[in-house]
Each structure stands twice: as structure tokens, then as C-alpha cells.
């Protein structure tokens, strides 16, 4: 039954307010709890995303609404994750097992009391996986499908959280507080900025992935066409950069900060490349300031310890050691994989006496996600991801969508070398800023105005625009930093 404008009126920014709230409450419940490294914080973000998830499909059935063809995108992504997990899961034959599982024969038949029978070594940490997994994939989708006004919220709220994270962080490392907000205790890590994450590498990835979109929220917003950019929003820009590039330069995070600035010169590029009108001299020196303050300000306070960190070989950290002792496992391995979060107890079967830490995460989300899923199963996945992107794939990458193309690029650089998607506190921003991309509202948005334009060109049945010139002084929400 078709909806009257009263209902449009009284019920759709009731759904869209209980969206904003719980997905802003989870990311920032899940960046306070130490990053959400913690069973309690997972658990509790799993169970609100997946509320709110089915609540909001019981709304949209009850309005006679089915799934359409971009809904059915993003459910076979998921569907493909989830069968082949469950494939790990299955009990297997033992001759079966031998064949593709990923412990030695010799160490089974001389070991027959071993109780795995499945290609996940651990159960609990699959399980475990997959619900994270779908967590994440539900908030990216719910941010996606967000209308145009509510996903400004959103990103505002997200705007704010990071910087309260950068900003408290740099507060707490100066004074060299002994608690977190005053709740627990905090990480003795004091020469370094940390905020309320444990781990100094996870608070930079996290000020990585949101600070191309902040910046491109705070200038555009969720605007769609050319409007003046006021100083008011420059000078906002000014204060995010020095506040952000204090925290960020004293993580000492040496691929976080690297990532962060890959991030900014992605959506830097794109927004020029899509941009409608050159960018004025007033916008250069706003930007400019920006970048300048931001640069001096870090060169006092932190710039230097990161340098040095630079210098350092990368051997010191024992990355390179793991990815290089990772050859030993049997190509079986690498081929059917080692169980989604079974990682840890897998390098265990090639992880040299003289290694002594015990590693959790291998330090490189991509070769993990290999190992752990195989060479099929990341077939399988792509295979739904391929159809996925030509579905919900923007037109253009222009204002807010530049941004959050920023923050996907960082983050996908960050995790060449760390494991920040295995975290939930930054994992959580990374996938709500993949929705914020996708968004299904500013694209319908963008490609009706274009055409709309198309239409009043000569020669599609419109009459020609009448030429106009434009004031030098005049900023366009089109335009990017320079």
C-alpha cells in the first residue's frame, strides 16, 4: 500500500533516527572500550546492528516493501562469507581432512587423540568471525540506504568522535593520565598518544580513515550541487587538521601516518578531478592554511620521534619474519585455508622456537584474509563482490564521496602492514564510511541532477543555457584542497 505524505511525514525520520542513534552509539561505544578488543563490546555492537537490522526490514515489509535488485547485492556478498565459514565449520572424514586441512599428516597419525576435524582449528574464533563479519556488512548496508539528511547526521556524529579521540588523546598523553575518562586504567604507554584505544596503531588508522571525510563534510556536507563554502567552514577545517595531525604524528604510527596522508591526497585528486569550477584563491589560502598550521604544529610536537621511527629497520618489528615463515605452511593450506580466525593457532605449526611472541593477527590484513579463506574461498568472495560494485558503485566521487573514498584507500594502505579491520573500534568507522560511499540516496541524487543538466544542453530538446559568469570570489562545494 502506497504510503500518504503523513506517514512519510511521522514515520520515516522515526527509522531513520533510531538508525543514526544506533549506529553512532556503537561506533563510539566501541572506539571508548580500548577499541573494542574485548568479547563484551562485540558482543553487545553484534546484538544492536542486528535489532536494528531486522527492525528495520520488519518496517519496510510492513509497508509492502521487497528487497530490490541493490538489496540483493550486498545479501549474496554476505551469503557467499557466510557458506564458505560454514564450509570450515563442517566436520570432515579423517582421510578427507589430511588431505586439505592444514596440519601435517605425520602429526596425525603420530597424535590421533587431536581433536580438529575441521578446517577451522577453532571453533569459537569462526563463529566468532562470522559475527563480526556480519556486523560490520549490516552497518555498511544500513549507511547506505540511509536518506540523504540522516547520513549527514551520521557523518557528523562520526566527525565529532574523532575528533574528541584525537583530541582527548593528545590531552591524556600530555598530562599523562592514569585512567581512561576516569573509568579504567589506561595503557602505561605514556610517550605516545593512544585516546581511549589500547593500541596506538588503532587510534591511527581510525584518525586515517575519517579524515579525508571529515574534511569533506565540513566543506560540502551532503550537498549535491555548487553552493558557496563559507569561511566559517574553512576555518572548522583549520581546527579539525591541527587537532588530528597532533594525535596522528604523536601515535608515532609510522604506516598510520603514511596511510593518513595517502588518504588525504586520494580525495584531494578526486574532488579536483570532479570538481565543476577551479578552485578560487580564497579556497587556496584557507586550505593552505590549513596544511601549514597543521605541518608546524606537528613539527613541534611530534614530528620528529616519528622520523626516527622511520629510520628504524622494519626487521625490528618481526613482520617480515612472520610473512616470510608463513611459506612453510603446505600449499593445501593457501589453497582451501586455514579457518576464518584461525590464524593463530595455525602459524603455531610453523612459528620457530627462537620467535618467542605469541601473534594473534598477522600483521597484514590482506595476506590473512588469503590464509584464512584460501585461494577458493577469496574466489567464492569475489565473485559475489564483483557484482556487488557494479551495483552499488558511484557515479562520481565528487564532495562527500571523496572523502570516504580517502578513508577506504588509507585504510586499505594501514592494512598492508597492520591489522586494523581486526579491530573493531577503528573496523567499525572503516565500514560505515564504505556505506557513506555507496550511499544509495546521494547517488540517485547525482545522477538526476546530471540529467537534468544533460537535458538543457543543445541538442537533447533543451533550450541553451543561458552563459553566465562566474565571481572569482565565489568558492564552489565542488571544489577540493589544492
Not at 122 to 133: D, K, L, P, Q, S
Not at 168 to 195: D, K, M, S
Request: glycine share 8%.
Amino acid at each position: 500500500m502506497p504510503r500518504t505524505p503523513v506517514q512519510e511525514t511521522l514515520t520515516i525520520p522515526v527509522l531513520a533516527w533510531a538508525q543514526i542513534a544506533t549506529l553512532g552509539a556503537v561506533a563510539a561505544m566501541l572506539m571508548l572500550m580500548m577499541g573494542g578488543v574485548y568479547p563484551g563490546p562485540r558482543a553487545l555492537a553484534g546484538a544492536s546492528v542486528a535489532t536494528l537490522f531486522f527492525g528495520t526490514w520488519a518496517w519496510r515489509i510492513l509497508q509492502g516493501e521487497g528487497p530490490t535488485a541493490w538489496d540483493k547485492a550486498w545479501f549474496w556478498v554476505w551469503a557467499a562469507v557466510t557458506a564458505w565459514i560454514a564450509l570450515q565449520l563442517l566436520p570432515l572424514p579423517r582421510g578427507a581432512f589430511q588431505f586439505i586441512g592444514a596440519y601435517p599428516p605425520e602429526l596425525l597419525e603420530a597424535y590421533p587423540e587431536i581433536p580438529v576435524s575441521r578446517l577451522s582449528p577453532n571453533i569459537e574464533a569462526t563463529i566468532g568471525y562470522w559475527g563480526m563479519f556480519t556486523t560490520y556488512w549490516a552497518a555498511a548496508y544500513l549507511t547506505a540506504q540511509l536518506p540523504r539528511q540522516a547520513l549527514g547526521i551520521l557523518v557528523a556524529v562520526l566527525v565529532g568522535l574523532v575528533f574528541a579521540e584525537a583530541l582527548y588523546g593528545f590531552v591524556a598523553h600530555a598530562h599523562r593520565l592514569e585512567t581512561v575518562l576516569g573509568l579504567w586504567p589506561a595503557n602505561r604507554n605514556h610517550h605516545v598518544v593512544l585516546g581511549t584505544f589500547w593500541n596506538r596503531n588503532h587510534l591511527a588508522g581510525l584518525i586515517a580513515v575519517l579524515w579525508p571525510l571529515a574534511i569533506a563534510y565540513l566543506l560540502f556536507g551532503v550537498r549535491t550541487h555548487p553552493v558557496r563554502v563559507s569561511e566559517g567552514r574553512y576555518l572548522m577545517v583549520v581546527i579539525l587538521c591541527i587537532v588530528l595531525a597532533l594525535a596522528l604524528f604523536n601515535t608515532q604510527s609510522r604506516l598510520g601516518t603514511a596511510a593518513a596522508l595517502f588518504g588525504l591526497l586520494v580525495f584531494t585528486l578526486l574532488a579536483r578531478a570532479y570538481r565543476a569550477a577551479r578552485v578560487t584563491r580564497l579556497e587556496q589560502f584557507w586550505l593552505a592554511l590549513a596544511a601549514v598550521i597543521a605541518i608546524a604544529m606537528a613539527v613541534m610536537f611530534g614530528l620528529v620521534p616519528l622520523l626516527t621511527r622511520y629510520l628504524d629497520t622494519f626487521e625490528h618489528s618481526g613482520r617480515l619474519d612472520v610473512l616470510i615463515i608463513l611459506g612453510d605452511l603446505p600449499i593445501k593450506t593457501w589453497l582451501f585455508g586455514a579457518g576464518a580466525g584461525g590464524f593463530h593457532d595455525v602459524f603455531k605449526l610453523v612459528q620457530p622456537p627462537t620467535l618467542t611472541p605469541s601473534y594473534y593477527y598477522l600483521h597484514n590484513d590482506w595476506v590473512q584474509f588469503l590464509l584464512e579463506f584460501g585461494v577458493l574461498g577469496v574466489v567464492l568472495v569475489l565473485a559475489a563482490l564483483i557484482p556487488w560494485w557494479l551495483q552499488v558503485r558511484p557515479s562520481s566521487y565528487n564532495r562527500l564521496r571523496a572523502g570516504a573514498a580517502g578513508g577506504v584507500a588509507a585504510i586499505a594502505l594501514h592494512s598492508l602492514g597492520d591489522f586494523n579491520l581486526q579491530i573493531p573500534g577503528t573496523a567499525f568507522a572503516f565500514w560505515l564510511t564504505l556505506g557513506v560511499l555507496v550511499n544509495r540516496d546521494v547517488e540517485e541524487r547525482t545522477v538526476a541532477r546530471k540529467r537534468a543538466i544533460a537535458s538543457r544542453q543543445p541538442g537533447n530538446g533543451g533550450a541553451r543555457p543561458e552563459r553566465r559568469k562566474r565571481s572569482r570570489s565565489t568558492a564552489s562545494a565542488d571544489s577540493a584542497p589544492a
